[in-house]
């Protein structure tokens, strides 16, 4: 395979957290410390908050998201988003296919896929997640699902992505992945995008990893050779937190 400097993504990823104020302190401090940062950021705040990042983070390199969308392009879908509001309100990532949609909405592998060809139909660029359970890489099927999430996820054949290898026992449990066990993931679907968009496709491709990353274990997962950013859940709540983990990117 090819080798290409892919440059890492350190992405926040809020969840239900924050109101407004808090919001606005967060961004505070990012704009005072950022700098020139070693890594593409995003922070993907919940709907009603990303007009204050959006304000909050204006001429920073910092790039923000929707935690998800609607795979139609508009209509009677009460409560859901859909692609072109998220980029009417400034952003150009959307996450698709978190585990938490997955397990609490019943997002199906084809649902993750048809939200990723929305996302780019609204110019949005789709951070498509993909991990397994603990049971399934207990019984030793971790490649197989997370080929076949692959697999649905780029059906549609989306014109641009990123992945965020997730596995979900690592997600808010305090629990992460060895830098051995997350390479090894890594390479599998980085192997498995060649065969599907071809080696050049996999190569520019970012695969971040989220699961319980801190300022503490993120310079042990970036120095993997395919470790390309974070997604980061709990520690990207804190402004100085994520700014460290943002900095563990350029120190490898
Ligand atoms: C996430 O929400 O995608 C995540 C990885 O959360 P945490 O960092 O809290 O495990």
Redesign the pocket.
């Known amino acids: 395979m090819s080798q290409v400097v892919r440059r890492p993504i350190v992405a926040a990823?809020w969840?239900m957290h924050k109101v407004r104020a808090e919001a606005r302190e967060f961004c505070r401090t990012v704009v005072g410390e950022l700098g020139a940062p070693p890594a593409e950021v995003v922070v993907f705040p919940s709907f009603p908050l990303l007009d204050v990042v959006a304000d909050g983070l204006a001429g920073m390199p910092v790039a923000i998201g929707g935690q998800d969308l609607h795979p139609e392009p508009s209509g009677p879908h009460t409560g859901d988003v859909a692609g072109m509001q998220l980029a009417d309100a400034g952003c150009t990532w959307v996450l698709c296919g978190?585990s938490e949609r997955r397990s609490e909405h019943g997002e199906s592998d084809e649902l993750v896929g048809r939200k990723a060809l929305a996302a780019v139909a609204s110019e949005l660029t789709p951070l498509i997640c993909l991990g397994e359970q603990l049971e399934e890489r207990r019984a030793g099927r971790t490649f197989e699902v997370l080929g076949r999430q692959l697999e649905a996820a780029l059906a549609g054949g989306p014109q641009r992505f990123e992945l965020a290898y997730?596995p979900v026992w690592?997600?808010?449990t305090g629990e992460t992945a060895t830098p051995e066990v997350a390479q090894e993931a890594h390479a599998f679907l980085r192997a498995e995008l060649g065969r599907r968009v071809g080696d050049e496709g996999a190569a520019s491709t970012r695969i971040l990893y989220?699961?319980?990353?801190k300022p503490g274990n993120a310079a042990a997962l970036i120095a993997q050779r395919d470790v390309d950013g974070f997604?980061?859940?709990?520690?990207a709540l804190d402004a100085r937190s994520f700014l460290a983990i943002i900095g563990a990117c350029g120190a490898s």
């Open positions: 990823n969840k978190h997730e690592a997600i808010g989220g699961g319980s990353v997604l980061v859940g709990g520690a």
